[in-house]
């Protein structure tokens, strides 16, 4: 008998809807400008493998059994090379988030090392690095703060996550008011 092959996911937390409109035009316009996809805004707070028997969805459940809508401080934005942070909203981590992916971390059967960097894409795109770096000097963050009010598990497509718009949604929940 074959051993099941685990499977990629992400926790991640979205924005609250306030949040949520201005941020999602700003990757709306980035997509456009730049013909790249458009993405659910998100923060990854935890990214590894699982299997079918972790039960991942009662994991997260009970890591956020007692969270509540939080807030995250905006520190800059940023670029790199990697497609997966081509252009971002950066975010000082807050004693929350980081309990929140240790919480995740330790209630798996495998938990892989992960470290949390908290940030908001606003775009992904193999593009040169003159021209992240224009994107985001234009951009200008006027916002002190952003408000997480989900938290979701996603997984990509076999092609990996890279294949923005492959990505699915396996749960949803609201945090608690």
């Not at 306030?18 to 998100?42: C, G, L, M, T």
């Not at 299997?51 to 520190?75: C, K, M, R, W, Y």
């Not at 059967?109 to 775009?123: G, K």
């Amino acid at each position: 008998m074959t051993e099941p092959i685990p499977s990629k996911f992400a926790v991640w937390l979205t924005p609250a809807p306030s949040d949520r409109r201005w941020i999602s035009k700003v990757i709306q316009d980035f997509a456009a400008e730049y013909n790249a996809p458009i993405f659910e805004p998100h923060v990854t707070v935890y990214s590894g493998v699982y299997g079918p028997e972790e039960g991942l969805e009662n994991i997260v459940t009970t890591a956020t059994s007692s969270l509540s809508p939080f807030t995250l401080q905006v520190t800059g934005l940023n670029y790199t090379k990697e497609f997966l942070k081509t252009g971002f909203i950066v975010f000082a981590p807050s004693d929350r988030l980081i309990q929140l992916s240790k919480d995740i971390h330790d209630r798996l059967q495998t938990p892989m090392e992960y470290t949390l960097d908290p940030h908001l894409s606003l775009i992904y795109k193999d593009i040169p690095l003159d021209q992240k770096r224009t994107a985001m000097l234009r951009f200008i963050v006027s916002i002190a703060t952003v408000t997480f009010d989900t938290v979701k598990i996603m997984t990509p497509s076999d092609k990996g996550w890279d294949d923005v718009l492959s990505w699915t949604e396996l749960y949803r929940q609201t945090l608690n008011r």
